[in-house]
């Protein structure tokens, strides 16, 4: 599983891979470089050579991934040394995502939204007989608002027998439940990944649940359904078993009921518009409008006088201000520790298809960072 893809002006190369046994990941002289072990060469060169991974590339849905020659004068000493080491490697390169954010920064909204990605390219892949190997949100970046699937190696060939998605259970650990938890109680993104990368299990939303809670539909399908028969999982291994039909068709047809039923869930726990004490804080400050459009104009004129490519929005509330420095043409990042403004502005950046990358952040991490 990729961690991030991001840049370093260290000389050295620094690695950014974490728990993928297929290759490592290293950024090096503002460059991103994996090299893939001998084992899971022909797998990328797959990959590569699929329709569909080329497809979600040139729509900036999957992150551009190129193979680079060992006789190139431009890789770097170091690659160039691991690979004499491990003769049968070889080298991609991935196009820079120059700003990571991760699952406990992110709005309910974002999550949904790198959920949706994860299913559309599973779905997409299995036409042509190729899938994922993790449903984590962890393998998606956001460059601006637009969600990137960026664990080029979490794709992998599938049997076409096969009737299973693996990564159903992890899905719902870390998708599902978090949007349900945020949605009925409120419990907020961040804390549920601050806690557990890997998400919540369903037995600990059920014990948040009450009885008749827990008989409604997408409770009793996510959470108790899966917590009662967690009796009977440990003395019965079938259910890690593989299981091969006959019927390439009926194979591919139950794979796509099981992809459909998880897209209809998340469609139900998609985040509804919310308001905060502090979405409204624009209608509540203390600014009459003209000294709010002297301020607006005077962040516009710096921001054109510097010519100011990247932006950093501290306490950013709905955006104003980063929306007027991404419509003159710069990339904004966008921090706030109310997640519901972050919310808003990500609905509105992805709407206008504005450069900006809202976070939701403490003010302590906020300070920590800029240090």
Request: aromatic share 10%; charged share 25%; net charge neutral.
């Amino acid at each position: 599983m990729t961690r991030s893809l991001i840049s370093t002006q260290a000389p050295s190369a620094a690695a950014w891979s974490f728990r993928d046994p297929a290759g490592k990941l290293i950024s090096i002289d503002g460059r991103v470089l994996r090299i893939v072990n001998p084992v899971s060469r022909q797998q990328i060169e797959t990959i590569l050579s699929s329709q569909v991974v080329q497809r979600f590339i040139r729509e900036g849905k999957l992150v551009a991934t190129k193979p680079v020659d060992f006789d190139d004068p431009n890789l770097p000493a170091e690659v160039r040394q691991q690979l004499l080491t491990d003769p049968g490697a070889s080298v991609v390169e991935h196009e820079l995502v120059w700003f990571p954010s991760f699952p406990y920064e992110w709005a309910p909204e974002m999550l949904y939204a790198a959920g949706e990605l994860t299913l559309n390219l599973a779905e997409a892949l299995a036409a042509e007989d190729l899938g994922l190997k993790d449903g984590t949100p962890f393998n998606v970046l956001f460059r601006g608002p637009q969600p990137l699937f960026i664990d080029v190696l979490s794709i992998e060939c599938r049997d076409p027998r096969d009737p299973v998605w693996l990564p159903h259970a992890q899905f719902v650990r870390t998708f599902l439940l978090p949007l349900l938890v945020n949605r009925y109680y409120r419990t907020p993104i961040d804390r549920v990944f601050v806690t557990n990368r890997e998400g919540l299990e369903p037995e600990e939303v059920y014990l948040l649940a009450g009885w008749w809670k827990r008989l409604r539909p997408l409770f009793l399908s996510l959470v108790s359904m899966p917590t009662w028969l967690s009796a009977h999982k440990d003395s019965d291994d079938s259910i890690y078993r593989a299981r091969r039909l006959q019927n390439v068709a009926q194979a591919r047809f139950v794979l796509g009921g099981v992809l459909r039923r998880l897209r209809n869930t998340l469609k139900k726990l998609e985040p509804p518009m919310r308001s905060s004490i502090w979405s409204d804080y624009t209608q509540m400050a203390h600014y009459s409008d003209q000294q709010t459009a002297t301020k607006l104009d005077f962040v516009q004129s710096a921001a054109e006088y510097v010519q100011a490519k990247k932006v950093l929005d501290i306490g950013c509330n709905t955006g104003g201000f980063s929306i007027a420095c991404a419509k003159n043409g710069a990339d904004v990042v966008a921090v706030d520790y109310d997640a519901v403004v972050v919310g808003l502005l990500w609905r509105r950046a992805s709407v206008e298809k504005l450069r900006i990358l809202p976070r939701l952040v403490g003010g302590t991490e906020i300070a920590t960072n800029l240090h």
